[in-house]
């Protein structure tokens, strides 16, 4: 019987993301085929970057895990030709179809089950008889062969990469050149800040919110999420540590580490903690969104629960009048425009941080001189900024520049780590006594700003006046 509602399959490996140039030709040869042997065309099902030989873990209809390859459009093909929907399909090649013996015996279960034709343009697919059926397998096997010795020879080489230090190639990771081993600084210093947050207790969300705003974009372009800030946060590249297949080698990478080890872990147990919420939840887009309070009684409870209703501060930000976002409580008793009324407090943070006796703010261990680590930390980012103007006056080479830098900056990196530790989850480590801070503080993603106003002081909004000062704003201290 002539097929009247064929299914023609092309497939290749790989390709770029968007280059379908392969498979289209193949669909024009297909179809070409199809009018010599007089096949109607149902559907065509193209399968692009898709593999008929890599295998990975599925759960099968009766609840098994199993490996098998992954098609999901060769598995459609076949459920139509089971169910009626297709009459026939064609190929290019048997190679094209099948790589791996189950994914053949599917085939032909299916043909044989229910008399439809199989063609290819090769001619080294046909199922029609016994002799047919014999041969596929037989060239099926080979193939499996060939694909298992590439792989194998893959994987030994990309192991020898990987135990010399060597980059394994592929897409430029972020954070690093198109090397893979050169520190890009501008995203080294998203990573690391990252990472802190998350030892800090700062949410994904939040962070990514943070990245969105200042329009920093992953390797592809695209706005930063919470899951694929995750995926960098995790990388064991970020701690300097080589891996294949999920083990780490006892090998020196040859890029210099963006993060600590041991932060790195840390944020990795935060991360992975199965007990770790992961619902989005709000993301708040003021600093005092549910923070700042009104003075009235009455709004006490409610403004800093962040509840909803006429005029009420909202949890994700203030309420937008006019054009400009202000403040109010639940009961319009008092209003203040929120980027000013921000900054006013900001202001007050910041010159708290930045006095001298800022590190007696820190929960530490008494044993611990918190003092001389800010103040070591301090001297080295000073000593960063003395290499760098050498280097730009022509007094040093570029090379004792990055010398000197690489030096500093992983003793800067160990200091920090050596803050951080000894203040536990303390959202002023690392700010407090900083002299700084004004400019640090820009930086810094705005559910760390939020941590330290929640730590440091209580915002409460006056009624019966505007004034951004003193007599409209009460700012109490709380550490």
């Known amino acids: 019987m002539t097929p009247i509602r064929a299914t023609l399959l092309a497939r290749i490996s790989d390709s770029d993301d968007d280059d379908t140039h392969s498979t289209d030709d193949q669909e024009k040869a297909l179809r070409r085929k199809a009018s010599q042997l007089g096949w109607g065309v149902g559907r065509v099902v193209t399968e692009d970057n898709t593999s008929a030989f890599k295998r990975r873990k599925i759960t099968l209809p009766n609840g098994r895990t199993e490996l098998r390859t992954y098609r999901p459009a060769f598995r459609a093909a076949l459920e139509d030709l089971a169910a009626g929907r297709a009459d026939g399909l064609l190929a290019v090649d048997l190679d094209r179809v099948c790589r791996d013996p189950r994914d053949l015996e599917d085939l032909i279960d299916v043909v044989e089950g229910q008399r439809v034709p199989v063609e290819s343009i090769t001619g080294s697919l046909r199922l029609a008889t016994d002799a047919d ?85 992953t390797v592809t372009g695209a706005r930063w999420t919470a899951m694929a800030l995750r995926d960098i946060i995790l990388r064991p590249r970020n701690a300097g540590l080589m891996v294949h297949r999920g083990e780490v080698l006892d090998v020196a990478a040859p890029w210099t580490p963006l993060v600590p080890r041991e932060q790195w872990e840390q944020a990795r147990r935060i991360l992975t903690d199965g007990a770790r919420r992961t619902s989005p939840g709000n993301v708040p887009k003021w600093l005092g969104s549910a923070i700042y309070r009104c003075e009235h009684p009455v709004c006490l409870a409610d403004l800093a629960a962040g509840t909803k209703g006429k005029g009420a501060l909202r949890v994700n930000g203030g309420r937008r009048k006019g054009g400009v976002v202000t403040y109010r409580c639940s009961h319009g008793h008092v209003s203040r425009p929120a980027e000013l009324l921000d900054a006013y407090v900001s202001a007050h943070l910041v010159a708290r941080l930045s006095r001298p006796d800022a590190v007696d703010l820190l929960s530490v261990r008494p044993d611990v001189d918190l003092g001389a680590l800010a103040r070591e930390a301090a001297s080295i980012r000073s000593r960063i900024k003395e290499a760098h103007a050498l280097w730009e006056d022509g007094t040093d080479t570029a090379a004792e520049y990055r010398a000197t830098k690489g030096r500093l900056t992983a003793r800067l990196a160990d200091v920090e780590a050596a803050q951080h530790s000894v203040s536990g989850h303390d959202p002023l480590a690392g700010l407090a006594g900083r002299p700084d801070i004004a400019s640090v503080w820009v930086t810094l993603p705005l559910a760390r700003q939020r941590q330290v106003l929640e730590t440091l002081a209580s915002v409460t909004v006056l009624a019966g006046t505007k004034a951004l000062d003193a007599t409209g704003v009460r700012i109490t201290p709380t550490r």
């Open 133 to 217: 059926v014999t041969m596929a397998r037989v060239m099926v096997a080979v193939a499996n062969k060939s694909s298992r010795d590439t792989a194998r020879r893959v994987s030994d080489a990309r192991i020898r990469q990987a135990q010399s230090g060597r980059f394994g190639g592929g897409r430029r990771p972020f954070g690093f050149e198109p090397d893979g081993v050169t520190v890009r600084e501008i995203e080294a210093a998203e990573v690391r800040s990252a990472t802190q947050g998350v030892v800090d207790g700062l949410t994904l969300s939040g962070l990514a919110a943070d990245l969105r705003a200042r329009e920093v974009l």
